[in-house]
């Protein structure tokens, strides 16, 4: 399973993105799929993830701001991020957390891509 993030770049506070993240190859199951960032010198942290049932969960600093979606088939996972913020820039990390058979977990993660948010 590969997963390969795209969409980032710069932009001015008050603006607007949307990240994809679009994985290939073959897995038993997808759980769940999100979205983590990590800034200079920061811990990397979670934004946004969702659900093989829909069900959403996000960081309260990007409640109201940030949506994220997924296609019915958990192949591609979209970040939509509104009223960007300085404090938002950092690297944008896709993860898909799934079982490679009914008993094995493994989590895989995408190569980041650079928001950078100007003030």
């Known amino acids: 399973v590969q997963l390969q993030a795209s969409g980032g770049g710069l932009v001015q506070a008050g603006g607007y993105l949307r990240l994809s993240c679009a994985r290939s190859?073959?897995?038993?199951?997808?759980?769940?799929m999100g979205w983590y960032r990590q800034a200079p010198g920061k811990q990397r942290e979670l934004v946004a993830t969702?659900?093989?049932?829909?069900?959403?969960n996000y960081a309260d600093s990007v409640k109201g701001r940030f949506t994220i979606s997924r296609d019915n088939a958990m192949n591609t996972v979209y970040l939509q991020m509104n009223s960007l913020k300085p404090e938002d820039t950092a690297a944008y990390y896709c993860?898909?957390?799934?079982?490679?058979?009914?008993?094995?977990?493994?989590?895989?993660w995408g190569q980041g891509t650079l928001v950078t948010v100007s003030s």
């Open positions: 993860k898909a957390e799934g079982f490679t058979d009914p008993w094995s977990a493994r989590d895989y």
């Open positions: 190859g073959t897995i038993f199951k997808i759980d769940r």
């Open positions: 969702i659900t093989s049932g829909g069900s959403r």
